[in-house]
């Protein structure tokens, strides 16, 4: 069975950084394309960083040169770095494959004080 564990979310201010930890159990994130998803208050799911299965990034317009996605396969984990966050980035990030095909996990939240 298939399990997501996202982690490191929190409470920062305007500015900050934190890193996310997606620990995954029952797949090798190595063999797909992995993405961070994050909802804000009243928005849709939306897909802000992918690490594809031949290790390309790709950004959001709105986290480009802020954020790092990142994997480890030694560990089975993929990261979020995430600098310079701004209140707009307050949200529950979610880790997923890209497309979304497995069942989500609980998310963590962060918010950005201004």
């Known amino acids: 069975q298939v399990q997501l564990v996202e982690s490191g979310g929190g409470l920062v201010q305007a500015g900050g950084s934190l890193r996310l930890s997606c620990a995954a159990s029952?797949?090798?994130?190595?063999?797909?394309?992995m993405g961070w998803y994050r909802q804000g208050p009243g928005k849709q799911r939306e897909l802000v960083a992918e690490?594809?299965?031949?290790?390309?990034?790709n950004y959001a317009d709105s986290v480009k040169g802020r954020f790092t996605i990142s994997r480890d396969n030694a560990k089975n984990t993929v990261y979020l770095q995430m600098n310079s966050l701004k209140p707009e980035d307050t949200a529950v990030y979610y880790c997923?494959?890209?497309?979304?095909?497995?069942?989500w996990g609980q998310g963590t939240q962060v918010t950005v004080s201004s």
């Open positions: 690490f594809t299965r031949d290790g390309t990034t």
């Open positions: 997923n494959s890209v497309p979304s095909l497995l069942r």
């Open positions: 029952g797949i090798m994130l190595r063999l797909i394309g």
